[in-house]
């Protein structure tokens, strides 16, 4: 569209200097783009004070300027004294955005999601979610704007992950975990995730380190489809096997121990170390995650140590990091451990 405008004509050679005594002056308007021709160059200008009184001064169509919402925010429509209240924050899933909204804002729900998919065109979905919940992590989700589909593709690191976010746990705040976890992985390691989900920190780690095998476990069916999906995508199905079990079954199933165990069930991995350690090399490296308050750590490490102990094993070299915000004082904590088996 082209707005007929008040403009000032100067020679090519003049227009930068034009243009910085305009923009200082703040009389260069914004929405309208510069417009050039092989001699001259037109700045759209808000006013034409009596300092330009001897340029050119013309009268001249415009092309808009598309000017992109910074935010979300600045285009919900909704109640400015509730804006304060918008998440500033929110994950994005392959093609699905995925927020949690407080009380308040439930209402403007539909607005919100529109807004989302606005200012994101990469995104075709746009979900709320509450907190990840029951034996298989999954969520309560209300598409709200969109395609009414729950599945996407997410790529993180160069893996391809197929994901369904309804069925499945996924986390896009782990990336740089399971980069890390990975990095760390040595040549001809035999590895065991306990709790796969879609199977990203076995693909991760078998497709950057060399491991002689990841074995990748999971109690949900769901999420073993996938995995086993992503496994296949990512060509590394002579490096990671599928297995759906419980955890706790693992000591009977895998004939094998392991130099490497990741424990991701935050709120449970403590019940399944007894399994983990069962399944331990006499030295193993363990990554244990759980959802902690910062003073409640220094017990569940205790308790870690209880069990160990009880399974003939001596836990070392604990290093505890936060690797994101749960809730208020509580956090996401990854726990690196060395376990050791005692001398008989
Ligand atoms: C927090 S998710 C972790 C998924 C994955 N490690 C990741 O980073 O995306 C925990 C997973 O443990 C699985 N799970 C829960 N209880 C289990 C059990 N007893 N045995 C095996 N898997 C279990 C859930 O189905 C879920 O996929």
Do not use: W
Not at 8 to 30: G, H, P, T, Y
Not at 34 to 41: A, G, L, P, R
Not at 237 to 264: F, G, T, Y
Request: aromatic share 8%.
């Amino acid at each position: 569209m082209k707005n007929k405008t008040t403009a000032i004509q100067v020679q090519l050679k003049q227009a930068e200097e034009m243009r910085k005594f305009l923009s200082e002056k703040k009389l260069l308007r914004d929405d309208l783009k510069i417009s050039k021709d092989n001699t001259f160059i037109y700045f759209p200008v808000k006013d034409v004070p009596n300092e330009l009184g001897s340029c050119n001064v013309v009268r001249k169509k415009f092309e808009k300027k598309e000017i992109k919402p910074k935010s979300y925010k600045e285009i919900a429509s909704l109640p400015d004294k509730l804006k304060h209240g918008l998440p500033t924050s929110y994950d994005v899933i392959g093609e699905i955005i995925l927020i949690k909204l407080p009380n308040t804002l439930l209402r403007y729900q539909k607005e919100i999601g529109k807004a989302l998919l606005e200012v994101n065109k990469n995104i075709r979905t746009v979900c709320m979610v509450e907190p990840v919940s029951g034996e298989f992590r999954t969520r309560n989700i209300k598409v709200i704007s969109g395609e009414k589909c729950t599945t996407t593709t997410h790529r993180e690191y160069g893996l391809t992950l197929d994901v369904d976010i309804k069925k499945t746990y996924f986390s896009p705040r782990l990336a740089n975990e399971r980069k890390r976890v990975a990095n760390l992985v040595k040549p001809n390691e035999t590895v065991v995730d306990m709790f796969t989900g879609v199977a990203p920190f076995s693909i991760m780690i078998a497709k950057n380190a060399n491991p002689r095998i990841v074995y990748a476990i999971d109690k949900n069916e769901e999420a073993v489809k996938y995995a086993k999906q992503n496994i296949k995508r990512n060509n590394v199905l002579d490096k990671v096997e599928v297995i759906n079990a419980d955890a706790k079954e693992v000591p009977n199933i895998l004939q094998k121990k392991a130099d490497r165990i990741i424990m991701n069930l935050p709120f449970s991995s403590h019940l399944f170390f007894t399994y983990a350690l069962k399944i331990a090399k006499k030295h193993c490296t363990m990554h244990y995650y759980d959802i902690l308050k910062e003073d409640d750590v220094k017990d569940r490490i205790d308790k870690l140590k209880k069990i160990a102990e009880e399974n003939r094993y001596t836990l070392t070299n604990l290093d505890t990091k936060k690797i994101k915000t749960y809730a208020p004082r509580e956090f996401y904590m990854g726990i690196d451990i060395t376990a050791n088996k005692m001398p008989m």
